[in-house]
């Protein structure tokens, strides 16, 4: 301001997830994840949804465990070369693909319409990131379901993003076969 003749500042809002997406979370284990996801996969009538995972080979991961539980899945990653990534996005554009697996070279830049469903596998490392991958879903005043499983380590990056987007996501409870879940503490800082 010293230095300046009468300078302007502007200001850019971060964006908050569309209202048409209704947020939801389950606090889990990590060894109680991989179940859970099976089953809200199994209980979901969403014919197009995007999972987020945390790193390539989490995304290969979970790629083996849902084919093998015959749910149709395929995985999108840098080690894909370019042509294969074109057929799988074709795939999943044209509903021939019901459920994609990724990172977050997903959330951004990708433009398919449809998507009734997000889910963090993995919570984002970042706030901005959370409302990156669930924007895929609601787009164009469209309604869709956006799902966080959230482990005791991330319980406080979680929380932070409820402050970024000014309000308190819905936690269910896990399904009982799963067992009990771990307490909802965010504010309990883990070491990471």
Same mark, same amino acid.
């Given at each position: 301001?010293?230095?300046? &003749?009468? %300078?302007?500042?502007? /200001?850019?809002?971060? /964006?908050? %997830?569309?209202? !048409?997406?209704?947020?939801?979370?389950?606090?889990?284990?990590?060894?109680?994840?991989?179940?859970?996801?099976?089953?809200?996969?199994?209980?979901?009538?969403?014919?197009?949804?995007?999972?987020?995972?945390?790193?390539?080979?989490?995304?290969?991961?979970?790629?083996?465990?849902?084919?093998?539980?015959?749910?149709?899945?395929?995985?999108?990653?840098?080690?894909?070369?370019?042509?294969? #990534?074109?057929? $799988?996005? #074709?795939?999943?554009? &044209?509903?021939?693909?019901?459920?994609?697996?990724?990172?977050? $070279?997903?959330?951004?830049?990708?433009?398919?319409? !449809? $998507? !009734?469903?997000?889910? &963090?596998?993995?919570?984002?490392?970042?706030?901005?990131?959370?409302?990156?991958?669930?924007?895929?879903?609601?787009?164009?005043?469209?309604?869709?379901?956006?799902?966080?499983?959230?482990?005791?380590?991330?319980?406080?990056?979680?929380?932070?993003?409820?402050?970024?987007?000014?309000?308190?996501?819905?936690?269910?409870?896990? %399904?009982?076969?799963?067992?009990? /879940?771990?307490?909802? &503490? %965010?504010?309990?800082?883990?070491?990471?």
């Amino acid at each position: 301001r010293s230095i300046l &003749n009468k %300078p302007k500042e502007i /200001s850019i809002a971060i /964006s908050k %997830p569309a209202e !048409g997406i209704t947020q939801l979370a389950y606090s889990a284990y990590e060894e109680q994840k991989e179940g859970l996801l099976k089953y809200i996969l199994e209980h979901n009538l969403s014919d197009s949804v995007i999972i987020f995972a945390s790193t390539k080979e989490k995304v290969k991961q979970l790629d083996v465990l849902l084919r093998k539980s015959k749910l149709p899945c395929k995985s999108f990653h840098s080690d894909l070369e370019q042509q294969e #990534r074109e057929i $799988i996005m #074709r795939q999943f554009r &044209n509903k021939e693909l019901r459920i994609l697996i990724g990172t977050d $070279i997903l959330s951004r830049g990708i433009d398919v319409d !449809g $998507i !009734g469903m997000v889910i &963090n596998f993995d919570t984002p490392p970042d706030p901005e990131d959370y409302v990156h991958r669930v924007g895929r879903t609601a787009r164009a005043d469209a309604k869709g379901t956006a799902i966080t499983i959230i482990s005791p380590r991330d319980q406080f990056r979680f929380h932070q993003i409820e402050v970024l987007i000014g309000y308190e996501v819905k936690k269910e409870p896990l %399904p009982a076969k799963l067992g009990e /879940s771990p307490v909802y &503490n %965010p504010k309990v800082k883990p070491p990471y």
